[in-house]
């Protein structure tokens, strides 16, 4: 894998300098039955991988994570797999193990839960090596947003706070394409699969106390959709507009220059920003170039692209006017009279307490533009369209707040008798 000098490189590099120095260990959780005690194995063998896979398939029930380096390809590159279940917990080395199909076969049995923290990047080389949909998969990040814990909720956070046990820091940038790994990061790595089983069982109880296994199905099911894993223009052109609102002519020729940058960086196995920072495409839209030394001249843009790349770079920009703009969200006019926006920022303080109230994370349920925007809807009777808080399990949280906000319910957060005792107490 080619290597950059990317600051996340140099971060690497000196998180592995430090995973190698000698240092304090946290020790294992002791005394919990859904927590194995026992040391990692280290999997470099095609027969010790086999046997692993035959395990986690009896088990029915496995968490799963990876450790990949993401600044120097279009594809995240792994460099570690962690696996475990309440009896074992797994190292599996992907430079020894090449064929990792009987485990992503595993993600992809809807017969077998698969446990991961934050699951965003970790399924995606399940799809693109099996062509596949991942299936039954368990997310503890968002089952602890969907039972009122913080949105998004470290897994370290999240072992101190369910399991009350402090794992100490992670070496989350370390370079772990080098060999050998040191033993502090070979327990770094366990960790961030070895408590997942306990967490797994907790969740899923409070799930079905408070009536949430479909908001939780919903919410997973996100992973065994291919458009989750496909390019998507709107996400890509929202990241490169950040908080801007270009002029229809300009967005037109963001997003064709972003999808040119799109295919050149696949092809090339190359983060998109290695061929055009997003600054460089921000600036192209505004003003465009008509010659490919005008590009190379251009501050920020890489030279060697625009000598390679120049030509489709300035087609991409000519044929701009045939796009169709993508819809980015525009500030409501009404968002600046002073009164209204004194009234939104209390809806949204009101909201974010409501949820509180009712254990369930504003975070994870919305945002707070998305969440003007509907208040702005129902204040003035309208219908609001492609919403996520129009329908599944977001639209029952808006309109059960929407009933609140208008009188016809209400929101406690203590009880009459818990009152009285903390009084008595004073």
Not at 59 to 72: C, K, L, R, W
């Amino acid at each position: 894998m080619k290597k950059t000098d990317s600051h996340r490189r140099k971060h690497r590099l000196l998180s592995h300098k430090q995973s190698h120095e000698d240092g304090t260990i946290t020790p294992i959780l002791q005394g919990n039955p859904l927590v194995s005690t026992e040391d990692a194995l280290w999997i470099d063998k095609e027969q010790d991988f086999l046997s692993l896979c035959k395990e986690l398939k009896e088990n029915g029930v496995f968490a799963f994570d990876t450790e990949f380096i993401g600044e120097d390809s279009y594809h995240p590159f792994i460099c570690l797999i962690q696996v475990a279940t309440a009896k074992t917990v797994a190292l599996i080395d992907p430079f020894k193990i090449k064929n990792l199909t009987p485990l992503f076969e595993l993600i992809v049995d809807p017969e077998i839960i698969t446990i991961l923290h934050s699951a965003s990047q970790d399924l995606g080389p399940v799809y693109r090596k099996l062509g596949e949909l991942p299936k039954g998969i368990f997310d503890t990040q968002i089952a602890a947003g969907l039972i009122g814990y913080p949105w998004p909720l470290s897994l370290t956070k999240c072992i101190e706070t369910v399991l009350n046990h402090n794992v100490g820091g992670h070496f989350t940038f370390s370079q772990w394409d080098a060999r050998p790994l040191s033993s502090r990061q070979k327990i770094y790595a366990a960790d961030d699969v070895r408590y997942l089983f306990a967490i797994y069982t907790i969740f899923k109880a409070r799930l079905d106390e408070l009536d949430r296994q479909q908001w939780a199905k919903e919410e997973f099911d996100k992973f065994s959709s291919a458009t989750y894993y496909e390019s998507n223009l709107h996400s890509i052109v929202k990241k490169i507009c950040r908080s801007k609102s270009p002029q229809k002519k300009e967005l037109q020729r963001i997003q064709s220059i972003a999808q040119i940058r799109e295919k050149i960086a696949f092809s090339r196995n190359l983060p998109t920003r290695a061929i055009i920072p997003n600054e460089c495409v921000l600036a192209l839209g505004k003003k465009p170039v008509e010659t490919i030394e005008q590009l190379a001249n251009m501050r920020g843009f890489p030279r060697n692209m625009a000598n390679q790349y120049g030509e489709r770079i300035i087609k991409a920009i000519q044929d701009s006017p045939s796009q169709e703009p993508v819809k980015l969200r525009r500030t409501n006019p009404i968002e600046k009279d002073a009164v209204m926006r004194q009234e939104l920022d209390g809806a949204w303080s009101l909201f974010n307490a409501w949820c509180i109230g009712n254990k369930i994370s504003s975070g994870l349920t919305t945002n707070r533009p998305v969440f003007t925007d509907w208040y702005l809807a129902i204040a003035s009777g309208k219908k609001l369209p492609n919403s996520p808080l129009t329908s599944g399990w977001r639209k029952q949280i808006a309109d059960d707040f929407a009933s609140m906000i208008i009188g016809e319910s209400q929101l406690i957060f203590w009880k009459k008798d818990v009152l009285t005792a903390t009084k008595f107490m004073q």
